[in-house]
């Protein structure tokens, strides 16, 4: 099938071929694909009335709800840019990025299904709505508490071909350094969207759940636009919570469910050991966004009955650069095939391919590469090249069947003595420890000019161990350099709304 140019082309798709079919569940009530539509149609009306133009950024500051993804599409429809923020972000995270992007109106949208009269998500964005001038407005969607028109905002110039237009405005997760602002065009995300529903197989009888936020390019492109894609059902939920997610695998035939290593490791939690496979209607189970460990991975598809599938992105990519396939699960630790469409590159130092099987930095190039990031055009050029490729900074190998692994981050690479360690490798073995939940591990700066190897690390409540006893265990598998100078027990690793680890806090801390 040929892709729409805009992204509200998917449902309107849907509401001609099976009007009444349902779109969205968000455990109160459902929406069928004509009245998505209907709903996306009367709050692209009521953005105009707030004076939203074409080439402007719209933001939304809240948490996966019906009232969310009629936004997106109806700020596409009219050529703004979606901002969207998640509602547990802090009030100086939501202003850093309201600041950066420039918006021209802020909405915050209500806590969807808790019924109470309180009309913001969280106390943080009540308290930024409220310093922002934000007043109550109807919507679609009940009570909308919208913010006061930014005078300042210019539009960005509207692209002629509406597929080329940028239609979100995302934030990295700040991994690394700043997160950064990446503009997805209309193209890359329903590009994505066509490659995730094919890769999943999805059919109109499916039934997503939609727990990953859609506030990230994965919980937007690959669930929420792949699902709607196939003319599915996406079930909505606003926050990952263990025994929520349980309750719907149980309650509400969910059939395909996609997550991040840290949540399937909390499920594990929860259940406790159980070693007794889950009753359920699913038949596709996912992880992405960060690596999985082996040790998890086998825990998982032993709780489920089902090979868990694997896949590795980023922000700038839309985000799907591989995925393993349906037909062709693994048990290793492979982050699947390159998807359809897209093309990669293995380079050494000097810009070289390196050999086959070894390992290099990764570069992509195809039609999910961003426009580039906003507003940083140096940063821009430094990761894109003449030709359309990408840097994706991270470090990769690719066996005889073109299946990918990830050895690590260039930018986490931690050169200890002359040894180059890749945290990666570290917290695989520390994650593979029947005590250890999740493991971060960062270098830190000794005064010799040196850098040590740090690991900071989650304990499952059920287990008792000692750092001292992790550093032996460590010992016997590991090469002594790369071995950690110290391990700290934490009681949660610090995570953004998506579950991954936000490892920029913890080299400070590491540095202390
Ligand atoms: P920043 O770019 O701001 O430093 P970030 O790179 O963590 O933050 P994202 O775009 O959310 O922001 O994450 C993309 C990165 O996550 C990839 O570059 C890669 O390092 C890692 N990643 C994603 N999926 C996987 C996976 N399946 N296995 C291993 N690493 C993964
Ligand atoms: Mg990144």
Redesign the pocket.
């Known amino acids: 099938a040929t892709l729409p140019a805009r992204l509200g082309g998917i449902p309107r798709r849907w509401a001609e071929r099976a009007p009444q079919a349902p779109a969205l569940h968000d455990g109160a009530r459902h929406w069928s694909y004509a009245e998505l539509t209907t709903a996306i149609d009367e709050t692209a009306a009521l953005l105009r009335a707030l004076e939203v133009r074409p080439g402007d950024r719209l933001m939304v500051v809240g948490e996966n709800c019906a009232a969310q993804v009629a936004l997106i599409f109806a700020a596409a429809d009219i050529d703004a840019w979606i901002v969207n923020v998640n509602g547990r972000l802090s009030a100086r995270e939501v202003d850093q990025i309201l600041d950066h992007s420039g918006a021209r109106r802020v909405i915050y949208l209500a806590a969807p299904g808790d019924g109470s009269a309180l009309p913001t998500a969280s106390p943080e964005s009540a308290a930024h709505g409220q310093r922002h001038g934000a007043v109550p407005a109807p919507s679609p969607f009940g009570t909308w508490m919208v913010g006061a028109l930014n005078a300042h905002c210019a539009p960005e110039p509207v692209h002629a071909d509406p597929a080329q237009q940028v239609a979100a405005l995302i934030y990295?997760?700040?991994?690394?350094?700043q997160?950064?602002g990446v503009m997805l065009t209309h193209r890359n995300l329903l590009f994505i969207a066509a490659v995730s529903s094919t890769l999943r197989g999805l059919t109109p009888t499916d039934r997503a759940y939609g727990v990953l936020p859609i506030t990230?390019v994965y919980g937007l492109a690959s669930v929420m636009l792949g699902t709607l894609y196939a003319g599915a059902c996406l079930y909505l939920c606003p926050r990952f919570a263990p025994d929520a997610v349980l309750k719907a695998i149980r309650d509400d035939g969910l059939t395909i469910l996609q997550g991040v290593p840290a949540m399937y490791a909390r499920l594990l939690e929860q259940l406790g050991g159980a070693t007794e496979p889950l009753a359920s209607r699913l038949r596709f189970i996912y992880a992405?966004?960060?690596?999985?460990a082996p040790s998890l991975k086998a825990q998982v598809q032993q709780l489920f009955g089902l090979p868990l599938h694997?896949?590795?992105?980023?922000?700038?990519t839309s985000?799907t650069i591989s995925q393993t396939r349906l037909d062709q699960p693994r048990d290793d630790a492979s982050?699947g095939q390159v998807i359809p469409g897209v093309e990669v590159r293995l380079v050494d130092a000097g810009g070289d391919d390196v050999a086959p099987g070894e390992g290099g930095e990764l570069w992509v190039r195809g039609p999910n590469i961003m426009a580039g990031y906003y507003r940083e055009p140096e940063l821009t050029a430094a990761a894109m090249r003449d030709g359309g490729w990408l840097n994706?900074?991270?470090v990769a190998r690719q066996d005889a069947d073109g299946a990918l692994f990830?050895v690590g981050?260039t930018k986490e690479l931690i050169i200890r003595s002359g040894f180059n360690v890749y945290p990666?490798e570290v917290e695989t073995v520390l994650n593979a420890h029947p005590a250890v939940t999740q493991s971060a591990v960062v270098g830190r700066n000794a005064a010799d000019g040196n850098e040590e190897v740090v690991a900071f690390v989650e304990i499952d409540p059920r287990h008792r161990v000692t750092p001292e006893e992790l550093q032996q265990y460590l010992a016997g598998l590991l090469s002594p350099y790369k071995c950690p100078s110290e391990i700290i027990e934490m009681q949660a690793l610090p995570a953004a709304a998506?579950g991954?680890i936000l490892k920029g806090q913890l080299r400070q801390l590491a540095q202390k």
């Open positions: 990295t997760t700040g991994t690394t350094g997160p950064k990230h992405g966004g960060s690596p999985l694997n896949g590795y992105g980023m922000t700038e985000p982050v994706t900074g991270d990830i981050r990666l998506t991954k």
